[in-house]
């Protein structure tokens, strides 16, 4: 799957106040390797102006009612024996049935998760499901975080036992997480396919054009059809 960039760039700098401006100038973190950095055409939610719209509400309240969120940090929260094959199991069966084989491989997924050396993620999102008094994984997303934002990077979740409109329920839930703990933005990604203009239905949202961040709409939806 490849993977739009205008540029890349290896930090060795990685303090917040340089991650935050690198996210910014449109760089994000890829899984290519420590400190490696792409500048796409990435999109973001500015949380002063975010607010839920009633569809949102519909979603999340479709969640609340059975789906948790916690939010664990990686790899330090791991090393316990907490880390399980299941996890890497259903992100590459996500991945493979979304986008093809060989797109995210176990080993890959497992590195981002527990190995400092060569990952640039710090957070695990997991998503538990109650049934019955009986809690169960459902889905996770690998992202980064500090005290300015959050990069809501790589989720994955069980396609056969989660409830419809699971993957917009997490990254919806991951949102009102950031809101909630004090960001200035959560990163969502980029925009590179049709179908990425799931993404575009958020109060607040932003998109970089290669050059500046921008907010109409339907300038990147008439991008994106063209492709």
């Known amino acids: 799957m490849d993977y739009l960039h205008w540029d890349e760039k290896t930090i060795t700098d990685f303090s917040e106040e340089n991650i935050a401006a690198m996210y910014d100038r449109g760089y994000v973190f890829t899984r290519i390797g420590k400190g490696v950095m ?13 607010e839920l719209s009633s569809e949102n509400r519909r979603i ?44 995210f491989s176990a080993n890959k997924i497992k590195d981002l998760i527990l190995n400092k050396e060569k990952s640039n993620f710090n957070r695990l999102l997991v998503y538990t499901e109650d049934e019955l008094g009986n809690y169960f994984q459902i889905g996770y997303c690998i992202a980064y975080e500090n005290t300015k934002m959050i990069h809501y990077s790589y989720p994955f979740y069980d396609l056969e036992k989660s409830p419809k409109d699971m993957g917009m329920g997490m990254m919806l839930e991951g949102i009102d997480y950031a809101k909630k703990t004090g960001k200035q933005h959560i990163y969502l990604g980029s925009l590179q396919r049709p179908t990425d203009t799931y993404k575009l239905q958020f109060a607040g949202l932003e998109w970089f054009d290669g050059k500046e961040w921008k907010n109409d709409i339907h300038e990147v939806k008439k991008l994106l059809s063209t492709l």
């Open 60 to 103: 999340l309240k479709k969640m609340d009612s059975g789906v948790y969120l916690k939010v664990i940090r990686i790899p330090d929260d791991m090393l316990d024996g907490i880390y399980d094959w299941s996890i890497h199991k259903m992100g590459t069966d996500f991945y493979s049935k979304k986008f093809g084989d060989s797109v």
């Open 38 to 50: 792409q500048q796409t055409r990435s999109v973001r939610i500015n949380l002063l102006k975010f």
